[in-house]
């Protein structure tokens, strides 16, 4: 049993920069895949990111390309989204999952742990 706390939400203006937090305990973080995922009001929850246990391997949705960075510290336990040029597209709660299977995933099905998510709102 994997527990995510995400941290680092806010309000923020368009063209700004926020910096989410992902701290794991109790399982076995350094042998998961971890994804950030966001939800929009009245939206599906959508892809973020992922990136693998070892930090080598990361993917993003198209439109956060090049805007978001994601990272892992397996000695912290943490998992970090960079979130920079933020557009009021941006604005979700934004959801770490981990998944300790050997697959990568960019589905909410894939992930078997969750975090209670941070919100962030960009005004324009």
């Known amino acids: 049993q994997v527990q995510l706390v995400e941290s680092g939400g806010g309000l923020v203006q368009a063209g700004g920069s926020l910096r989410l937090s992902c701290a794991a305990s109790?399982?076995?973080?350094?042998?998961?895949?971890m994804g950030w995922f966001r939800q929009a009001p009245g939206k599906a929850r959508e892809f973020v990111c992922y990136?693998?246990?070892?930090?080598?391997?990361?993917l993003y949705t198209d439109s956060v390309k090049g805007r978001f960075t994601v990272s892992r510290d397996n000695a912290r336990n943490t998992v970090s989204l960079q979130m920079n040029s933020l557009i009021p597209e941006d604005t979700a709660v934004y959801y770490c999952?981990?998944?300790?299977?050997?697959?990568?995933?960019?589905?909410?099905?894939?992930?078997?742990?969750w975090g209670q998510g941070t919100r962030v709102t960009v005004s324009s």
């Open positions: 999952a981990a998944d300790p299977t050997l697959s990568l995933s960019t589905e909410v099905g894939g992930y078997r742990y």
């Open positions: 109790g399982g076995t973080f350094t042998t998961s895949n």
């Open positions: 990136i693998n246990r070892s930090g080598d391997r990361t």
